[in-house]
């Protein structure tokens, strides 16, 4: 898959034909890559290339300013996603301020006029341009005259729930992070270096790895998770298979109250972390985050949370 960094990469390139898909796409999830795959395969079909245009940073992250918004991937993961369903091209448009003020009208000029775009593919709910005046009925009344065609895909619905990146980040922050699986297609996942920690897990026979995740990833709500740790290699590829691990995410109300953390338990494993980039998939939440009587009532607790992190591990296929 070939990457474009901005749209006005595409002028003067000489592109065959092209499908395009346009949207963030964060998180890649179901309904996504239904929508993309559409692309991939219509173009297929006519000998054309499948293109796939995003934003960055999220479009509503520069509109809202005062609204925090948590990603569900990183730029990486989400070209890595894109390129997984078959796209030959990716162009991540860097979203300003001054970027959102473009007419609907503008932008699709601008588009066409850089490249032969035969078809565009989006969602029914799609919406773009300044003050999102841009939407499915518009690119149909303009596709004629600019030489494309629209197709436009409906919401998909998995367990009677509209697959949306709004609503899998909620369920997320809620530690539902099985029903987010399903709705993504595959487990969520942090990631990121292992910094020093405090070392009480060391002392309680259950050392961790404090991993640092920055503010702006969905991080699943306090509590215990089975998950499966990756080791990274430094430019962030899988250096070896997934190992089981059990996850706590909170703030040690046992000990101090402290700063919120995600720190990882590798089980079957020894070694040292510390500078290491790993990824943590959350594969199901144990329980939640509670205040122990003492030392030895939370030991027996962590020994008992590794045994159910490795049955929810075998029941979900993943040990």
């Known amino acids: 898959m070939e990457f474009l960094d901005n749209l006005e990469s595409l002028a003067g390139r000489d592109l065959p034909p092209l499908v395009l898909t346009i949207g963030v796409f964060d998180g890649v ?21 499948a293109a796939v245009m995003s934003f960055d940073p999220h479009p509503d992250s520069v509109i809202f300013p005062g609204r ?29 301020l001054e970027f959102s003020h473009t007419s609907a009208e503008d932008f699709i000029t601008r588009l066409t006029r850089m490249a032969d775009i035969r078809e565009i593919h989006v969602g029914e709910d799609f919406s773009f341009g300044h003050k ?15 030489g494309f065609q629209v197709k436009s895909l ?13 609503r899998i980040r909620n369920l997320i922050l809620e530690g539902e992070v099985d029903r987010a699986a399903r709705l993504l297609g595959r487990a969520h996942s942090l990631k990121g270096e292992v910094l020093h920690g405090d070392k009480r897990g060391r002392l309680l026979g259950f050392p961790t790895a404090n991993l640092a995740v920055p503010d702006r990833f969905a991080v699943p709500g306090n509590g215990v998770y089975a998950t499966m740790t990756t080791f990274l ?18 703030t040690r109300p046992t000990f101090d109250n402290g700063v919120r953390s995600v720190e990882t338990f590798v089980l ?13 998939e959350f594969i199901r939440r144990l329980r939640e985050e509670r205040k122990f009587a003492g030392i030895d009532a ?22």
Do not use: C
């Open 68 to 96: 925090p918004l948590l990603y569900l991937t990183d730029r990486a993961d989400k070209a890595a996603y894109i390129e997984e369903i078959g796209a030959d091209l990716l162009i991540i448009q860097p979203f300003t």
């Open 29 to 49: 999830h179901l309904g996504h890559r239904a929508l993309i795959s559409g692309a991939v395969m219509a173009a297929r079909e006519r000998g054309f290339q």
């Open 132 to 146: 999102a005046r841009g939407n499915v009925a518009f690119l149909r009344e303009i596709g004629p005259e600019l």
């Open 233 to 250: 290699d430094e430019q962030g590829r899988e250096s070896e298979n997934p190992r089981p691990s059990v996850t706590n995410i909170g």
């Open 268 to 280: 079957d494993w020894s070694g040292d972390l510390y500078g290491q980039p790993i990824r943590v």
């Open 298 to 319: 939370i030991r027996a607790q962590l020994a008992l949370d590794v045994e159910n992190g490795r049955d929810a591990l075998r029941v979900a296929g993943r040990s």
């Open 154 to 166: 409906a919401p998909l619905e998995v367990d009677g729930e509209v697959v949306k990146s709004s």
